[in-house]
């Protein structure tokens, strides 16, 4: 896949770390937010099991049914903003500093970029 691309292929840039460290710590980056929105996703559901609406159901199977969107629904939206803020605290400061860093290093090689910031 990278000899398809090699002119997006970036270096490290560390010096001392190896070329296949940055996408080692990007493959990070995403597990970690994975992991935070899936936390986030249980516990919205978990905390809206707790508290579900007393609507007077005909069937068990009516019942079932809201409550899994209940839950459900909750889920997805503490999901949704636990990711939100994963992204705002951990990754936002994390693509600042590699963008900082490659306007670095093209200023210092000479080339210039085809993309906006």
Same mark, same amino acid.
């Given at each position: +896949?990278?000899?398809?691309?090699?002119?997006?292929?970036?270096?490290?840039? #560390?010096?001392?770390?190896?070329?296949?460290?940055?996408?080692?710590?990007? =493959?990070?980056?995403?597990? $970690?937010? +994975?992991? @935070?929105? #899936?936390?986030?996703? &249980?516990?919205? =559901?978990?905390?809206?099991?707790?508290?579900?609406?007393?609507?007077?159901?005909?069937?068990? @199977?009516?019942?079932? &049914?809201?409550? &899994?969107?209940?839950?459900?629904?909750?889920?997805?939206?503490?999901?949704?903003?636990? @990711?939100?803020? #994963? &992204? @705002?605290?951990?990754?936002?400061?994390?693509?600042? /500093? /590699?963008?900082?860093?490659?306007?670095?290093? $093209?200023?210092?090689?000479?080339?210039?970029?085809?993309?906006?910031?």
């Amino acid at each position: +896949m990278f000899a398809a691309f090699p002119d997006q292929v970036e270096d490290a840039g #560390g010096g001392d770390l190896p070329a296949g460290w940055s996408l080692v710590r990007s =493959a990070g980056l995403t597990v $970690v937010l +994975m992991v @935070l929105a #899936g936390l986030g996703t &249980v516990g919205g =559901a978990w905390v809206a099991s707790g508290h579900t609406p007393d609507i007077a159901y005909t069937t068990l @199977l009516w019942e079932g &049914v809201a409550l &899994v969107l209940w839950c459900g629904l909750w889920g997805l939206l503490s999901g949704a903003g636990s @990711l939100a803020l #994963g &992204v @705002l605290v951990v990754a936002l400061p994390w693509v600042r /500093r /590699r963008r900082r860093e490659g306007q670095a290093g $093209v200023a210092v090689e000479g080339a210039t970029s085809t993309s906006s910031p």
